[in-house]
């Protein structure tokens, strides 16, 4: 049961443009939103989050909107960066499984040069 | 501070032998999770630890799986009579803290192969 999806496995997108990686959920508990970004054979590391009282957070480049009636996040990264390649992913908790992150299966970010 | 620590970062194992994977959290973090990364799936929660306590298993399989997090030492995955199937790549987290506005952090995993 795949609480938190994104449904597109990959995206390529030119150096200085804006990056746009996409996520859904199905639960309406969720409290807390997260997107962490991954490089090939290491963790995932703590990018930007959202609380749901919340529509928008921004910190630097990084942006995240949250549309709860659409139950659906977004992370935009303006402008990407070759270094930005890597994969992302959507995670949510709650506040009554708050020990529980429900992670997405990632987006593979390429920005080319 | 450290990060996360885990060890091994890879590990090879036979069918049916013992796999025993290590996390040594982030100093001052009680909190430990173990997540598990397969081939094209993304990170699958499976336990939930807190010293000598474990606090959620839901997802963690029912057999030959087991986990502990001792008051002195590091937290221990353990899976017994490795499949085929168990190849993947594990990865524990560790919090300050439980709830909301937590962020936790990963250790870079151990891929475990079993031939």
């Known amino acids: 049961d795949q609480q938190v999806k994104q449904n597109s496995p990959s995206l390529s997108v030119q150096e200085g443009r804006i990056s746009i990686l996409n996520c859904d959920y199905t639960?309406?508990?969720?409290?807390?939103f997260l997107w962490y970004k991954k490089y090939p054979a290491e963790g995932p590391t703590f990018l930007i989050s959202?609380?749901?009282?919340?529509d928008k957070n921004e910190d630097g480049r990084f942006t995240v909107f949250l549309n709860k009636s659409a139950k659906h996040l977004s992370l935009h990264i303006v402008p990407s960066q070759p270094g930005d390649s890597a994969v992302y992913f959507c995670?949510?908790?709650?506040?009554?499984?708050?020990?529980?992150?429900?992670f997405g299966t990632g987006t593979s970010l390429t920005v080319i040069p | 501070n450290a990060g996360v620590m885990q060890n091994p970062r890879h590990l090879v194992r036979r069918r049916g032998q013992e796999a025993r994977l290590r996390c040594s959290p982030m100093?001052?973090?009680?909190?430990v999770y173990w997540y598990r990364q397969l081939p094209e799936e993304g990170l699958k929660f499976m336990v939930y630890l807190q010293k000598e306590n474990i606090i959620d298993e839901s997802g963690m399989p029912k057999e030959r799986f087991s986990a502990e997090f001792p008051k002195e030492g590091p937290s221990i995955l353990r899976i017994q009579q490795v499949v085929r199937g168990d190849s993947a790549a594990y990865f524990c987290?560790?919090?300050?803290?439980?709830?909301?506005?937590?962020?936790?952090?990963f250790g870079q995993g151990t891929r475990l192969t079993v031939v």
């Open positions: 639960n309406s508990m969720f409290d807390y």
């Open positions: 987290a560790s919090s300050l803290r439980t709830g909301l506005d937590t962020e936790a952090f």
């Open positions: 100093k001052g973090h009680s909190h």
């Open positions: 959202i609380s749901s009282i919340k």
């Open positions: 995670a949510a908790i709650t506040k009554n499984t708050g020990n529980q992150f429900y």
